[in-house]
C-alpha cells in the first residue's frame, strides 16, 4: 500500500512539473510571437492526447529537468533513484496503451543508489557496555531480567544474530558443551554459529538462575523470556541494547543491528577471512559481508590521518 501512494506521488509531481514547463513554453512562445519571431523551435515535438485528458509533451528532456529539480531542491539519491523508476514504469504504461508514440524513459537514468557504511561501536565500547552490563546482572538481589538482557547482549555481540534470530532461540538451540547456538535464519536456512566464554558465562548465569524466576506453566521453549513468561519480543530487546550502550559515554546509539555491524567489523579488523564471517552471519551472498571490509577500511584511514605525521 505504501509503495503504491509512493508511486502515485511521484507520477503527480512528474505531471504537475510537465504542465510547469509547458506553461512556460507558452509564455516564451507568445514573447516570441509578440517580437515577430517565427514559433516552434526546430528539433521540438508534442505526443498526442495521452487519452487521460492531458495533452503530454512528455520527452526525454523533461524526464531529465524533473530529475534535476529534486536534485537542486536537495532530494537525496535514494529518492531520486526510486522517482526515475516510477517514471519510467509510467512512460512504459504509456507507450503500451498507445497513448504516447515513443517511450521516454527508456533512456533515463538517475543516480545510484548510495550505500551508506553502517555505524559501529569500537571494540572497547563494546567491552565497556557489555560489562556494565554483567555488573548489573551480578548485583545483590538481582533482577532475573538483568540476566536475561546481560546474557542477550553477550550473544547478540558473540554471534553478530538478527535480533528476530535471537528472538526465535529456543533453549534446546543453545549448546552449552560445544558453545555454538542453532539459528534459523532468513529463508528458513539454518546454521550452527560458536560464541566465547563470556558469552557462555552469562548464558549459565540467566538459564540457571533468571529464567527459573520468569517461566510459567505455559510459558514456551524460548531461550529468552519476557516479564509474564512469554517469549520476549524484537522490541523490548531493541530497548534492552539502546538502554545499554546509553550507559556508556561516547557511544553511538545504536540497535541490536549494530551489534550485528560491529561483531563483523571487529571479527574482520581481527583476521577473520570474509567467508568465515558471511558463514557466521548468515549472508547469502559475499557482497553483502563485503560491505564489512569497507568499515575497516574506512576506520583505517581515519586513524592513519589522525596518527601519521605525514597523512
Known amino acids: 500500500m505504501h509503495t503504491v501512494r509512493a508511486y502515485l506521488g511521484d507520477i503527480a509531481n512528474l505531471l504537475h512539473h510537465v504542465r510547469a514547463a509547458e506553461s512556460a513554453e507558452s509564455v516564451a512562445d507568445q514573447h516570441d510571437v ?5 514559433e516552434g523551435a526546430p528539433g521540438t515535438s508534442r505526443e498526442p492526447d495521452s487519452g487521460l485528458g492531458l495533452d503530454l509533451a512528455l520527452d526525454l528532456a523533461v524526464l531529465r529537468s524533473w530529475l534535476a529539480s529534486m536534485s537542486r531542491q536537495g532530494q537525496s539519491r535514494a529518492t531520486l533513484a526510486r522517482r526515475a523508476a ?3 514504469s509510467f512512460t512504459a504504461w504509456l507507450h503500451r496503451t498507445g497513448r504516447i508514440g515513443s ?8 543516480p545510484k543508489r548510495g550505500r551508506s557504511l553502517p555505524e559501529v561501536l569500537k571494540a572497547q565500547q563494546a567491552r565497556d557496555a557489555l560489562a556494565e552490563a554483567g555488573t548489573r546482572a551480578q548485583a545483590a538481589d538481582v533482577d ?6 546481560a546474557a542477550m547482549l553477550e ?5 553478530g544474530i538478527r535480533v528476530g534470530e535471537l528472538c526465535g532461540l529456543d533453549v534446546d538451540d543453545l549448546d552449552d558443551g560445544r558453545r555454538t547456538v542453532r539459528v534459523l535464519g532468513k529463508g528458513g536456512k539454518e546454521r550452527i554459529v560458536p560464541y566465547g566464554l563470556p558469552a557462555a558465562a552469562a548464558l549459565e548465569s540467566w538459564l540457571v ?3 527459573p524466576q520468569l517461566v510459567r506453566e505455559d510459558s514456551p521453549p524460548a531461550a529468552f523470556l519476557g516479564r509474564r513468561g512469554g517469549r520476549i519480543d524484537q522490541r523490548q530487546v531493541r530497548q534492552v541494547v539502546h538502554l545499554a550502550l546509553e550507559r556508556i559515554d561516547g557511544v553511538p546509539s545504536l540497535g541490536p543491528h549494530g551489534l550485528r555491524h560491529s561483531a563483523a567489523t571487529h571479527l574482520l579488523d581481527g583476521g577473520a577471512d570474509l567467508r568465515s564471517v558471511q558463514e557466521l552471519l548468515g549472508h547469502a551472498t559475499l557482497t553483502t559481508t563485503q560491505l564489512y571490509t569497507h568499515v575497516s577500511v574506512d576506520r583505517l584511514r581515519a586513524s592513519y590521518r589522525q596518527a601519521h605525521p605525514r597523512a
Open 86 to 88: 516510477s517514471a519510467r
Open 34 to 38: 509578440s517580437s515577430g519571431r517565427s
Open 209 to 211: 538462575r533468571g529464567r
Open 103 to 110: 517511450d521516454p524513459g527508456l533512456r533515463l537514468q538517475a
Open 144 to 149: 532475573p531480567a538483568a540476566l536475561r538482557d
Open 155 to 159: 550473544l547478540l555481540y558473540a554471534t
